[in-house]
């Protein structure tokens, strides 16, 4: 039987280790000699060196019997993460906390009542001051405990504190369980479906909003309750398309690392999340000057030697950085510019492996195809672009599968592939109106490649202009204008009346908005 690499755990977790952790697993299981010959370790060996999961190969290699297997498999998983666990590279303050309230536990169970209690006392410092609240509040709950049991003088008043310290980190913590749900669900939102598409949507996304928003005064609020609350108002305002509110609570979740360093060594996925809203906003934006600034303050931050690396935040940091390279683009019209980083993208993006989904690949060749849009390779293009809608079993947000099509039958048009158009036309509407994603913008789009076979050559132009004209009503419409997001239709149109190529018409329209930053 053999099962793909990522349906079976153990396997996975094998191919993950580095040369490091594989070597410290062997010393590890190696301080017992009794485990030098172990059918876990020979497990271990086996699976290192195999290329695929191949469970009847692992049977007849006759390390362990049919009926063993899931045993051993199961306690080889253990022992690995316990051996990653002991590992310095991932060790960090939550371990360290969590490892002193159960030393803490170990000498209550004891009977140590004193040392029990100076233990949680550094430790729920340590928590304290790391913005780590639900592990504090776990502490101080086994110290009322203990003190209920080791009788002293102080008693009262040290109830009293510990109560009220109670109280304090539970309202904390409620605050913060209310405002993480709220942004989750937010988010959620936002990678199902996108931005709001009609008045009915954008006023569920509201009432939702000021229903599930818990009532805060921000000076009351420690980090973590400031990291929520910007999360689930940066979502709403993504959602609704404010991209100036994205702006400034991105800037805002950004800011709040930057003034508590200790927290970007902590909780860097968080940290970097939060530079990708930021650079992305300022794309929507399309403030340049901006963008490269707080780009370079992130590259500076990310390349330091103090910044937490493993595979998880690696993985990030290539996305973000590849993601914002290609975005700088956009903005100014600089295509042909872009183009040299594909390459390279392409051949870093084989060592990730699975470590990067494939929503996220998808949305490099989206990126990838709109760079060759605008550098006028259609052929290429179209090419990046079959690599999303040839992808049957893709789960990816639905306003890019509808732009990848509409993009699609535009490349087409310009590549000069009519005998495609007809039947990419039907495919498109057929897709458009299934997902429920068939907007005016797009409407008019197919109304008019599909009467383009009618259009004279000399009557070309004016069919162009009367489409621009159309389509300038929406440029600003708070629910048709998402799709100038993806695709820049109306300067597409600019370079078919005025004869000039797509990036000139955006990099001057750039140029006429950038004087009034």
């Not at 580095?18 to 062997?26: A, C, D, G, I, V």
């Not at 991105?250 to 970097?272: G, H």
């Not at 048009?413 to 299934?434: C, M, V």
């Not at 383009?452 to 629910?479: C, G, M, R, S, V």
Request: charged share 25%.
């Amino acid at each position: 039987m053999i099962t793909k690499d990522q349906k079976d755990n153990l396997f996975a977790l094998v191919k993950s280790l580095t040369k490091s952790e594989k070597r410290q697993f062997k010393l590890y299981v190696g301080r017992l000699g009794v485990n030098s010959d172990s059918k876990f370790l020979n497990l271990f060996n086996f699976l290192d060196k195999a290329k695929a999961y191949n469970e009847a190969l692992i049977l007849k290699s006759g390390i362990v019997k049919k009926q063993q297997l899931a045993n051993v498999k199961s306690h080889l998983y253990k022992q690995i993460l316990i051996s990653l666990k002991l590992n310095p590279s991932h060790q960090n303050i939550r371990l360290q906390i969590r490892e002193q309230l159960d030393f803490a536990s170990i000498l209550y169970h004891k009977g140590l009542y004193k040392q029990s209690l100076k233990i949680l006392d550094k430790a729920k410092e340590l928590a304290i001051v790391n913005e780590e609240k639900n592990s504090a509040f776990e502490i101080v709950e086994l110290e009322k405990v203990i003190e209920s049991q080791y009788i002293t003088r102080s008693i009262s008043t040290r109830a009293d504190e510990l109560a009220l310290q109670a109280k304090e980190l539970s309202t904390l913590n409620v605050i913060a369980s209310k405002l993480s749900n709220l942004s989750l669900q937010l988010y959620s939102n936002i990678l199902k479906t996108g931005y709001v598409k009609n008045e009915d949507e954008a006023k569920m996304v509201i009432n939702y909003f000021n229903k599930q928003l818990p009532k805060v005064k921000i000076e009351d609020l420690g980090f973590r309750e400031k990291l929520w609350l910007y999360k689930a108002n940066l979502w709403q305002s993504f959602l609704l398309q404010d991209f100036l509110n994205c702006f400034k609570y991105a800037l805002k979740w950004v800011d709040l690392f930057y003034q508590n360093p200790s927290m970007i060594s902590l909780n860097p996925v968080f940290f970097l999340k939060g530079n990708n809203y930021l650079l992305e906003a300022l794309v929507f934006i399309g403030n340049k000057a901006k963008f490269v600034e707080k780009f370079n303050e992130f590259e500076a931050t990310v390349q330091k030697s103090s910044f937490p690396e493993d595979e998880n935040v690696a993985s990030l940091v290539f996305l973000y950085t590849n993601f914002h390279k290609i975005n700088q683009h956009f903005i100014d019209g600089s295509f042909a510019e872009g183009l040299d980083l594909i390459p390279t993208i392409e051949k870093e993006l084989i060592p990730f492996g699975e470590k990067i989904d494939p929503h996220h690949k998808m949305i490099f060749y989206y990126k990838f195809a709109s760079l060759h849009f605008g550098a006028g390779n259609n052929k290429e293009c179209i090419k990046y672009l079959d690599k999303i809608i040839s992808n049957k079993s893709l789960s990816m947000r639905e306003d890019l599968l509808c732009f990848s099509r509409v993009l699609n039958l535009v490349a087409h048009y310009e590549a000069g592939l009519d005998y495609h158009l007809e039947t990419l036309l039907r495919s498109t509407y057929k897709f458009l109106i299934k997902m429920n994603d068939l907007h005016e913008v797009q409407k008019e789009m197919i109304k008019f490649i599909r009467g383009l076979q009618d259009i004279y050559p000399h009557d070309l132009k004016n069919a162009f202009k009367a489409l621009h004209k159309t389509l300038k009503t929406f440029e600003d419409h708070p629910y048709e204008r998402r799709a100038f997001l993806y695709l820049d239709i109306i300067s597409w149109l600019e370079s078919k009346i005025e004869n000039k190529p797509v990036a000139e018409i955006i990099h001057t329209k750039y140029l006429a908005k950038n004087n009034s930053f």
